[in-house]
């Protein structure tokens, strides 16, 4: 049974700019069609400069550190300190578009109003950045460009508020 909730806003914090067009319309798709139950942005962080060429996994840590504090940072401002926080990454629980739509039915029901995922660079998301999150989610163990799992996680984010809503998107 679902209980009583309000609006939900939904944020994607993501490493990086997305390049290709085709994506950041794809995305904008999504985005509008959420406006009638709450929003859908993406954020774009400016990740770490990195050499052009193969890092050492030493390097891999120290960028991952510096990205760090630029997650903790922003996740540090007001909108999102009492977000509900999810880091995707590989590890993580996999779920349904049902399972995600519950989720989001019990984030909302406990009283909170926004939900942020966060989308860490090519090297991940450190560690101490996923403990600050309070799911972390996996799509599937296979890689994904990123601007296209931008599109994909909106596309999942509009599915499952759908499901919640009763709506006749999802089959």
Partial sequence: MRGDKGTVNYTILHMG???????REAFEEFRKRMQAWGSLDA????????????????????????EARVWEEMLSR???????KIALCIEGKS?????????FDKVAVGGRNSIVFLIGSSWGLHERVKAMCDLRLSFSPMTFAHS???????????????????SKYHK
């Fill in 17 to 23: 700019e997305t390049k290709e067009s085709y994506y």
């Fill in 43 to 66: 954020v774009a962080l400016r990740p770490a400069k990195t050499p052009g060429r193969e890092l050492s996994d030493d390097e891999v840590a120290q960028t991952l550190d510096k």
């Fill in 78 to 84: 007001p909108q999102y300190q009492k977000s509900y």
């Fill in 95 to 103: 779920l349904s578009s049902e399972g995600l739509a519950a989720l």
């Fill in 148 to 166: 296209l799992f931008r599109v994909m996680l909106a596309e999942q984010i509009y599915r499952a508020v759908g499901i919640g809503k009763g």
